[in-house]
């Protein structure tokens, strides 16, 4: 629990989990890019990051909404397990009339400008221990969909910067997706939420602050 859920006892009272930060990115943000709804996913080709997934999942979306959906998935392909996974995932996308871009090992550096292009970052996976991208997309004013497994889900907000499907299930991706695709001014107002809340809650500065605040200074 990542911030820190009540539902778990302490073991004891000196001990507080420190929330994730990232530092807020300040640019002009272009929204729906070839007036596309351009989601980007970012995790490496293994089963639990649940690509097929999300890929089933806008196979669901009506036809007509469906076609202004572009997605971008960036992952590592590092070892021949991940390979073998994206070639299955490749199986079903050539069968998909969906518009999917993959990209593999992109230089961190470079990462920025795809956050920077994108409209929504979706991450689907079951049993996440800790993502940083959802931060980072979170920093960069994107509304984030993420699953109940994730263990930083706890930073989105249902409703407010974005939403918590429930794991491993394709409709409710598929709706989530779509709540968002159909609403253009939604999908700007979450992703003004996102940054807000980055600013606000999630800033380093913050998090500083408040953390020699509340057990050096009393």
Known sequence: PCLGNKK?????????????????QLYKKKWFIKNNFNILCIGKFIKRKN???????????????????????????SNPDHHKNLKELKKTMDKSDLKIKVLTNIDPKNISRYYKTSDCFVLPSTNEPASVSKLEAMAFGLPVITSDTNQTSCYT????????????NVVDLAKKIKLLAINKSKTKKFGSNSLKLIKTKYNPDIVYKEFFTRFFLN
């Open 51 to 77: 690509h097929l997934t999300l890929i089933k999942a806008l196979s669901l979306i009506d036809l007509e909404i469906r076609k202004k959906i572009s997605l971008t998935i960036i992952g590592e392909l």
């Open 157 to 168: 907000e249902q409703g407010v910067n974005g939403y918590i499907t429930k794991s491993n």
């Open 8 to 24: 778990y006892k302490k073991i004891s009272k000196n001990i507080s989990y420190l929330p994730f930060c990232h530092t807020p």
